[in-house]
């Protein structure tokens, strides 16, 4: 066993040791070591993870105090729908929620909801009860933890429509609740990932409608996307952010790019805002063609695209 391995080996053991005194009994968190991210990620690449951590919202905490203590480092997931993560993987404890239906609740028109239940499960909770509101985030593949860092949104509708609050576990473990209004959210953007925040849970706030009436809603949507979308290939959805006034994919088009290819990585022929994984694509690849797909935009438009998919683990990117 290499330096490397004994360091992973010797964090996991007391991450487990940790865990179960806190929780008086067994360890409910399942630590996997050199996980590869590939199959965490919608992308389907990506290295692997020292240590990948699928936890309850009450071990996150305890866990997140850990890394800070120990000065491990941490990164917290979803679905890894908006994620490239590079082929040298990440380095450190890489957690993801658990996405435990139990986690819902309704009360009233107010939804409570564990951030790592996926937006689809919520969305299909809330129609169950003949609540509208969250219909445009049925057919987005993340996680509620995801999906409000990430304000994430479809056909005219956003997270920050319908969130009223979340609560947060702090860098130093604690836990607070935070009104939606305080966590500034914009397109694709909140001031959740600057403050290090791990988002736990959230509540939303919808209104009474007739459930066939959403469940019609659903579906026409999910008929949009499936005509619209390369849903047949690995992606990370739209790969880069609106630049205002225009859209990513048009822009990519006109460039001359549809159908471009790095390897395995190709901008999609069917809509050119995704880059997909035609099936044996690496991280690298997909991130050569970002890069070109970049320069070729600014020279054909004088727009510089700014990435919507997080980098993860390559030079530049917010985890190394
Ligand atoms: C086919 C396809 C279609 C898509 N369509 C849309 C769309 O219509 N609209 C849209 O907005 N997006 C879309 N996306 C992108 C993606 O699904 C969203 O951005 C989604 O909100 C990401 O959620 P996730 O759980 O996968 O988060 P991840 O991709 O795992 O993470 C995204 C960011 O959130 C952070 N994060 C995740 N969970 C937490 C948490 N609990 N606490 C703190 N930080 C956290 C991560 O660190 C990372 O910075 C699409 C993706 C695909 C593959």
């Known amino acids: 066993m290499n330096n490397s391995e004994n360091l992973c080996n010797s964090i996991k053991d007391e991450l487990e040791a940790l865990l179960k005194e806190e929780e008086g009994g067994a360890c409910t968190a399942q630590i996997l070591l050199k996980e590869p991210m ?8 990506g290295g692997p993870a020292d240590l990948f951590v699928t936890a309850t919202p009450s071990a996150a905490a305890k866990i997140r105090q850990y890394c800070v203590k120990k000065d491990v480092p ?3 997931v979803g679905r890894g729908s908006n ?21 819902i609740s309704v009360e009233g028109q107010e939804i409570m909801v564990s951030a790592g239940i996926t937006l689809a499960a919520v969305s299909r909770v809330a129609q169950q009860y003949g609540l509208k509101g969250l219909e445009f985030a049925s057919g987005i593949p993340g996680t509620v933890g995801g999906g409000v860092v990430m304000n994430a949104g479809a056909y005219g509708q956003e997270i920050r429509d319908v969130l009223t609050k979340v609560t947060v576990c702090t ?3 604690d836990l607070q609740e935070v009104p939606a209004e305080e966590l500034r959210l914009s397109y694709r953007k909140s001031i959740i990932p600057e403050r290090e925040w791990i988002v736990l849970s959230a509540v939303f706030s919808l209104e009474k409608d007739d459930p066939e009436k959403i469940r019609s809603r ?8 499936k ?14 952010k609106r630049p205002e ?6 822009l990519i088009e006109e460039a001359g790019l549809r159908g471009f290819a790095v390897g395995g990585a190709m901008v999609s022929e069917k809509h050119c805002g995704f880059v997909i994984n035609t099936g044996d694509a690496t991280a690298d690849e997909i991130y050569r063609l970002m ?3 970049r320069e070729k935009v600014r020279e054909s438009s004088g727009i510089l695209l700014e990435p919507e998919v997080k980098l993860l683990g390559f030079d530049g990117g917010n985890h190394s």
């Not at 992606?235 to 880069?240: I, K, L, M, R, Y």
């Open 171 to 173: 860098k130093e473990g």
């Open 83 to 103: 994620l490239l993560v590079s082929d040298r993987g990440l380095h450190g404890v890489v957690l993801t929620l658990e996405n435990d239906l139990e986690g």
């Open 227 to 240: 005509e619209k979308q390369p849903l047949e290939y690995a992606s990370a959805g739209s790969t880069f």
């Open 291 to 293: 890069m070109l797909v």
């Open 218 to 225: 659903m579906e026409e949507l999910a008929v949009r996307r």
């Open 74 to 76: 941490f990164l917290v």
């Open 245 to 250: 006034g225009h859209f990513a994919g048009k």
């Open 38 to 45: 590939r199959l965490h990620t919608t992308f389907r690449v």
